[in-house]
C-alpha cells in the first residue's frame, strides 16, 4: 500500500486559503487520493477523491501533477469551522485493498 | 435518513471484562469496518468485512473479535485479552470500489 507523509500541523486565518500538501511517492497505477475531515470526537467525512489533474468540489479542490507523486488539498477562504485534522489517503478500493489513515495534518483556523 | 449508527457513545469496561460496541448501517453498503483512535493519533484498522458471513483482520486485531450476520450489522466485542481498550472506535462503510467511507459517530470506551 502507498505510503503518504503530510504535515503535521498547519496555522491560517480566516479568509485565507489553505493548501495541505500530501507526499505519495510509490502511489500505484490504480490508486485513487482520497482526502477526510475530522473534527474531535467524530468520525472522519469524505472531502474529496481524484485520480489525477484537478477535482473541484463545493467544499475543496484537488490538484495532482502529472507524476501523481504528490497531491494538494486547497479549501478557499476557511473559516473557524474548519479548525480539524484532514486526513491523505491512497489506495486501490476497487481492488478490495483496505485503505491506511495516517496522522493527517491538524489545521487550525485563527481569527 | 441514511447513516451509520453507533452505540453506546461512551462505554466503560472493568478489568477482565469483554464488551460489544454495536454498529448498524441503513445505507445498503456491502463493505464495513472498525478503527481505532488513541489521542491525537491517526485510524487504525482493526477488523473490516467486504460481504456477510465473512470478515478479515487488520492492523491490530488482537484482543478483538467482530461478527457479520446480517448486511446492516457489524458489532466489535473488546475481549479481556485486549490489554490497552481504552480509546475512541470508529466503524464505517462503504459501497465498495472507489466510493468513500460513511464513518458512525463513534464509541469512547475507557477501562475503570
Known amino acids: 500500500l502507498a505510503k503518504t507523509t503530510q504535515p503535521i500541523s498547519m496555522d491560517s486565518y480566516e479568509g485565507q486559503e489553505v493548501n495541505i500538501t500530501c507526499s505519495h511517492n510509490n502511489i500505484a497505477t ?40 504528490s497531491s494538494t488539498l486547497s479549501l478557499p477562504r476557511v ?30 483556523v485563527k481569527p | 435518513d441514511g447513516g451509520i449508527t453507533q452505540s453506546p457513545k461512551y462505554l466503560f469496561r472493568k478489568e477482565g471484562q469483554n464488551v460489544t460496541l454495536s454498529c448498524e448501517q441503513n445505507l445498503n453498503h456491502d463493505a464495513m469496518y472498525w478503527y481505532r483512535q488513541d489521542p491525537g493519533q491517526g485510524l487504525r484498522l482493526i477488523y473490516y468485512s467486504q460481504i456477510v458471513n465473512d470478515f478479515q483482520k487488520g492492523d491490530i486485531a488482537e484482543g478483538y473479535s467482530v461478527s457479520r450476520e446480517k448486511k446492516e450489522s457489524f458489532p466489535l466485542t ?18 465498495g470500489g472507489y466510493y468513500g467511507y460513511t464513518f458512525g459517530s463513534g464509541t469512547r470506551l475507557t477501562v475503570v
Open chain 1, 30 to 69: 490504480n490508486d485513487y487520493i482520497t482526502w477526510y475531515q475530522q473534527f474531535p470526537s467524530q468520525g472522519p467525512r469524505f472531502i474529496i477523491q481524484g485520480y489525477k489533474t484537478k477535482v473541484t468540489n463545493e467544499v475543496a479542490s484537488l490538484f495532482i501533477p502529472a507524476d501523481r507523486k
Open chain 1, 79 to 108: 473559516s473557524l469551522s474548519d479548525t480539524a485534522v484532514y486526513y491523505c489517503l491512497v489506495g486501490d478500493k476497487a481492488a478490495g485493498n483496505k485503505l491506511t489513515f495516517g496522522g493527517g495534518t491538524r489545521v487550525l
Open chain 2, 78 to 95: 473488546v475481549t479481556s485479552a485486549q490489554k490497552n481498550p481504552t480509546a475512541f472506535y470508529l466503524c464505517a462503510s462503504d459501497l
